[in-house]
């Protein structure tokens, strides 16, 4: 069995936003897909990105994928990956492919002197709980995830002075 991962291009637009609807259900959130391929590509694949999306192929098949952006600790001095979507479609679970992607994105880091790799997991999903743990990823309980949009990201704007 073969596994190869690289980054997405232009061609792979159609790819990429089907396996981003694929992971809105398995998650249960395809209502919060509002997305377009267009806006997903134009993230992507413009001047300077703001998205980066790499792809796993087994055997010439796209199993899955990683679509990241990079963030930045202020208390390290240096940037890093969020990781926004980490999914591999379930024919292709269990050969080591989510790790793969997990351990490319930490190759980077390293090569490029970054200081972290982090994501978040739904709470509800004990079986990448799990997996993560067994990667020896640190599960911060003490913070919660914040996010504002919609009306409330209008009405905070509005509120600016």
Not at 5 to 13: F, K, S
Not at 38 to 49: G, M, Q, S, T, V
Not at 128 to 142: R, W
Request: hydrophobic share 50%; aromatic share 12%.
């Amino acid at each position: 069995m073969s596994l190869v991962i690289r980054g997405a291009g232009p061609a792979d637009i159609g790819v990429v936003f089907a396996l981003i609807r694929e992971l809105a259900d398995y998650e249960k959130l395809s209502h919060e897909v509002v997305a377009t391929e267009a806006d997903i590509a134009a993230a992507l694949f413009c001047e300077n990105p703001t998205l980066f999306c790499d792809i796993a192929e087994w055997n010439g098949e796209v199993a899955g994928f990683a679509v990241w952006f990079v963030n930045f600790s202020t208390f390290a001095g240096r940037p890093g990956i969020y990781l926004e979507d980490l999914f591999v479609r379930p024919a292709f679970r269990r050969n080591g492919i989510g790790q793969a992607l997990l351990g490319h994105l930490a190759r980077r880091c390293i090569a490029r002197n970054w200081a972290r790799l982090q994501w978040s997991v739904l709470d509800w999903n004990a079986p990448s709980i799990t997996f993560y743990k067994s990667l020896g990823a640190e599960l911060l309980d003490d913070r919660t995830l914040c996010k504002v949009t919609g009306t409330a990201l209008v009405q905070l704007a509005e509120r600016a002075p």
